[in-house]
């Protein structure tokens, strides 16, 4: 206890603000399939968006214009349990009927076990998504969860009629919509029920939305009715410049008006997807469909800072908003997260602790899932129990102008984790099972992309997003960019070995 006060104390000496001597509360609000383009301070947001909350957040606080922080659902959140990338991730596994699966919490322990142990209450509210065991009562102190793994038949239910379990116990139907349902029940929690008042807190709030089937509140069905978007130009094949399997990624047709609409079909999650939303199959009504559901979300942060102020925790508690992952909607032909373009998985995310950290500042180095874990311990004045594969992001935090030579891996490996990932399949079912984007690895330096897919002699990719932030010119294909190439191949190969990637000295060759 002395050492983890002493060290509160010294991260109050170098952020000294009123109230920052106690240790900071976390409420960590975490959407889902949830691209950047859809908050209006986003520059790259669509005229007709509007999120005047998030916006606030921002306002008060640091966006990150780069932030990755998964390529799907499950290993986005195995990763901000463990603070390790996918390959890391030592026995999930997925089992049974999708999204069944599976861990060892002795082989593959989550962090906040640890700030129980330390003197935090940890909550967790809404979607669970890494195996059945949800942790109650080991991890969490307060948790009231929508367990898809356990309730395989109720997984489709995003925003409706779901099974919700208690602090570990019987499953029982829960009616209402349920963004505003886990709002209200998270705001239930900072006004004192299941809170210990005398304990800083930690509360993970997983929200389901903006994920299929795109399900906006009936309130919000009117909303944005004159939502039209530019056609992107990759929509349809072929792509020149990019690999193999994105020659044959096809979930749009012309139709008879002209405009790209969707086809029926599964999505990268297994389930089966309509080729029809609620206001038709066109992309102008899926784009207005999906930006509908975010208005839900916008709502819920406004109640949520709103409670923070009512209940005087405001200026002590650090918040965190981002996406499991992006979506992409048209681009490079897809609707679906998993590659490793901006369009598919590139999140929103802000950083807001009035009075502690720069109020409406923006930060251009590219970040990571990975990183918010050890941030998380750095703003508890608690010791890492692990090694993380991430870095604590209190210096861009702090300095969010500040230019650092700080490179970011992003790694897919479809359904396999921890040593399961130690050899590379050949079997495209298995290689390319999640969406059918094969596996792969890529580095992003603040201007430059690498991407490099695990299929022999594939070629690799580099974009400058400075200048084609569509990626749609692949450099690595032209002669003056080699060397560049070259250096960014061997800083992957090294961020991986760094990271304990048990397939980094058998990857398929590249394309010569």
């Given at each position: 206890?002395v050492?983890?006060?002493?060290?509160?104390?010294l991260?109050?000496?170098?952020?000294?603000?009123?109230?920052?001597?106690?240790?900071?509360n976390?409420?960590?609000?975490y959407?889902?399939?949830?691209s950047?383009?859809?908050?209006?301070?986003?520059?790259?947001?669509?005229?007709f968006?509007?999120?005047?909350?998030?916006?606030?957040l921002?306002?008060?606080?640091?966006?990150f214009?780069?932030?990755?922080?998964?390529?799907?659902?499950?290993p986005?959140?195995?990763?901000?349990?463990?603070?390790?990338?996918?390959?890391?991730?030592?026995?999930?596994r997925?089992?049974?009927?999708?999204?069944?699966?599976?861990?060892?919490p002795?082989?593959?322990?989550?962090?906040?076990?640890?700030?129980?142990?330390?003197?935090?209450?940890?909550?967790?509210?809404?979607?669970?998504?890494?195996?059945?065991d949800?942790?109650?009562?080991?991890?969490?102190?307060?948790?009231?969860?929508?367990?898809?793994?356990?309730?395989?038949?109720n997984a489709?239910?995003?925003?409706?009629d779901?099974?919700?379990e208690?602090?570990g116990?019987e499953?029982?139907?829960?009616?209402?919509y349920?963004?505003?349902?886990?709002t209200?029940?998270?705001?239930?929690y900072?006004?004192?029920?299941?809170?210990?008042?005398?304990?800083?807190?930690?509360?993970?709030?997983?929200?389901?939305?903006?994920?299929?089937?795109?399900?906006?509140a009936?309130r919000?069905?009117?909303a944005?009715?004159?939502?039209?978007?530019?056609?992107?130009?990759?929509i349809?094949p072929?792509?020149?410049?990019?690999p193999?399997?994105m020659?044959?990624?096809?979930?749009?047709?012309?139709?008879?008006?002209?405009?790209?609409?969707?086809?029926?079909r599964?999505?990268?999650?297994g389930?089966?997807?309509?080729g029809?939303?609620?206001?038709?199959?066109?992309l102008?009504?899926?784009?207005?469909?999906?930006?509908?559901?975010?208005?839900?979300l916008?709502?819920?942060?406004?109640?949520?800072?709103?409670?923070?102020?009512?209940?005087?925790?405001?200026?002590n508690?650090?918040?965190?908003?981002?996406?499991?992952q992006?979506?992409?909607?048209?681009?490079?032909?897809f609707?679906?997260?998993?590659?490793?373009?901006?369009a598919?998985?590139?999140?929103?995310?802000?950083?807001?602790?009035?009075?502690?950290?720069?109020?409406?500042?923006?930060?251009?180095?590219?970040?990571?899932?990975?990183?918010?874990?050890?941030?998380?311990?750095?703003?508890?004045?608690i010791d890492?129990?692990?090694e993380?594969?991430?870095?604590?992001?209190?210096?861009?935090?702090?300095n969010?102008?500040?230019?650092?030579?700080?490179?970011?891996?992003?790694?897919?490996?479809?359904r396999?984790?921890?040593?399961?990932?130690?050899?590379?399949?050949?079997?495209?079912?298995v290689?390319?099972?999640?969406?059918?984007v094969?596996?792969?690895?890529?580095?992003?330096?603040?201007?430059?992309?690498y991407?490099?897919?695990?299929?022999?002699?594939?070629i690799?990719?580099l974009?400058?997003l400075?200048t084609?932030?569509?990626?749609?010119?692949?450099?690595?294909?032209?002669?003056?960019?080699?060397e560049r190439?070259?250096?960014?191949?061997?800083?992957?190969?090294?961020?991986?070995?760094?990271?304990?990637?048990?397939?980094?000295?058998t990857?398929?060759?590249?394309?010569?």
């Amino acid at each position: 206890m002395v050492r983890i006060l002493f060290a509160a104390f010294l991260l109050f000496v170098i952020s000294p603000s009123p109230g920052a001597e106690a240790r900071p509360n976390i409420l960590f609000i975490y959407t889902d399939d949830h691209s950047h383009r859809t908050v209006s301070c986003y520059p790259e947001a669509y005229d007709f968006v509007e999120t005047p909350n998030i916006d606030r957040l921002a306002e008060n606080g640091v966006r990150f214009r780069y932030a990755y922080i998964g390529t799907w659902c499950m290993p986005s959140r195995a990763t901000l349990l463990t603070g390790h990338y996918q390959h890391g991730v030592e026995s999930m596994r997925m089992v049974g009927d999708y999204p069944g699966s599976e861990y060892d919490p002795e082989k593959s322990p989550f962090w906040p076990k640890v700030f129980r142990e330390n003197g935090y209450q940890t909550a967790q509210i809404g979607k669970w998504h890494t195996g059945t065991d949800t942790g109650a009562g080991r991890d969490w102190d307060h948790q009231i969860v929508w367990n898809r793994p356990r309730h395989t038949k109720n997984a489709g239910s995003y925003y409706k009629d779901q099974l919700i379990e208690r602090n570990g116990g019987e499953a029982k139907m829960e009616k209402g919509y349920s963004t505003d349902n886990y709002t209200k029940w998270a705001v239930e929690y900072l006004n004192g029920d299941g809170r210990v008042a005398d304990k800083p807190w930690y509360l993970w709030l997983c929200y389901g939305a903006v994920h299929g089937p795109f399900t906006p509140a009936k309130r919000h069905l009117k909303a944005y009715p004159d939502a039209a978007v530019p056609v992107p130009s990759d929509i349809y094949p072929p792509r020149p410049g990019k690999p193999e399997y994105m020659q044959h990624i096809e979930n749009w047709f012309e139709g008879e008006d002209g405009r790209p609409h969707l086809k029926g079909r599964k999505r990268a999650t297994g389930e089966l997807s309509p080729g029809k939303g609620i206001h038709g199959s066109d992309l102008d009504s899926w784009i207005r469909q999906y930006h509908q559901g975010v208005l839900a979300l916008d709502e819920s942060v406004g109640t949520l800072v709103q409670a923070l102020k009512d209940t005087g925790q405001y200026e002590n508690t650090l918040i965190v908003f981002t996406s499991d992952q992006g979506f992409a909607w048209g681009q490079h032909g897809f609707r679906t997260k998993v590659a490793p373009y901006d369009a598919n998985i590139r999140s929103p995310m802000i950083v807001s602790m009035p009075g502690r950290l720069p109020r409406g500042e923006v930060c251009d180095t590219p970040v990571g899932g990975v990183d918010l874990v050890p941030t998380f311990f750095r703003f508890s004045g608690i010791d890492l129990p692990w090694e993380m594969h991430g870095r604590d992001l209190t210096p861009l935090l702090e300095n969010p102008a500040d230019e650092q030579e700080r490179s970011l891996l992003m790694v897919h490996t479809g359904r396999q984790y921890g040593s399961d990932t130690n050899v590379i399949p050949t079997d495209p079912g298995v290689l390319q099972k999640v969406g059918g984007v094969p596996w792969y690895a890529s580095i992003h330096d603040g201007r430059f992309k690498y991407i490099r897919t695990f299929v022999e002699g594939e070629i690799e990719e580099l974009y400058d997003l400075e200048t084609d932030p569509e990626e749609l010119t692949n450099l690595a294909l032209d002669e003056a960019h080699a060397e560049r190439v070259l250096r960014m191949r061997k800083e992957a190969v090294a961020e991986l070995k760094r990271t304990g990637a048990g397939f980094v000295d058998t990857l398929p060759a590249v394309k010569k």
